[in-house]
């Protein structure tokens, strides 16, 4: 959104690179740097004071790590596409403001979606925001692969 207001995006266009990769290569490298620095060690230190539940099997962890990945390409989709908007506002950050409000609350961020009613989970779901934080969580829980096999059953 800064890079549109001040203009440096037309430099970045006439640049013989993809735009988006560019973005998102950067965004990735946050992400893991997050992931490793902030993640990972609070987990590590909840494993330390608290009895913990980590995932039993390799298909959990490999379950696990395609939810990782494709939340955080979602995520990241969701605020390219937020940032955009630079392009039609002179002042973007109120629609960014809104967004990232919306994201937290139908994520699944402040409060897990399990504990909202049916109709406005199933509502959700239909939306890409459960897949940023809800799923990944129920996927590492083991929630969501039970529920699915008992389906199928």
Not at 93 to 112: D, E, H, Q, V, Y
Not at 125 to 145: A, H, R
Request: positive net charge; aromatic residues 16%; glycine residues 6%.
């Amino acid at each position: 959104m800064l890079s549109i207001s001040t203009g440096e995006v037309a430099a970045d266009l006439l640049k013989p690179y993809s735009y988006f990769g560019s973005w998102m290569a950067r965004d990735f490298g946050r992400a893991m740097t997050n992931f490793l620095l902030r993640g990972l060690t609070m987990m590590l230190a909840y494993t330390l004071h608290l009895s913990h539940h980590l995932p039993t099997s390799a298909g959990q962890w490999l379950a696990l790590a395609a939810a990782l990945l494709l939340g955080w390409a979602v995520s990241f989709s969701w605020r390219f596409l937020v940032n955009l908007a630079a392009f039609w506002s002179p002042e973007a950050r109120g629609i960014g403001r809104f967004a990232f409000s919306l994201t937290l609350f139908l994520s699944g961020f402040l409060m897990p979606l399990r504990f909202f009613p049916d109709w406005f989970v199933a509502l959700c779901n239909l939306t890409p925001f459960p897949s940023m934080v809800n799923t990944i969580i129920e996927v590492y829980l083991g929630v969501l692969m039970v529920r699915r096999c008992l389906r199928r059953c």
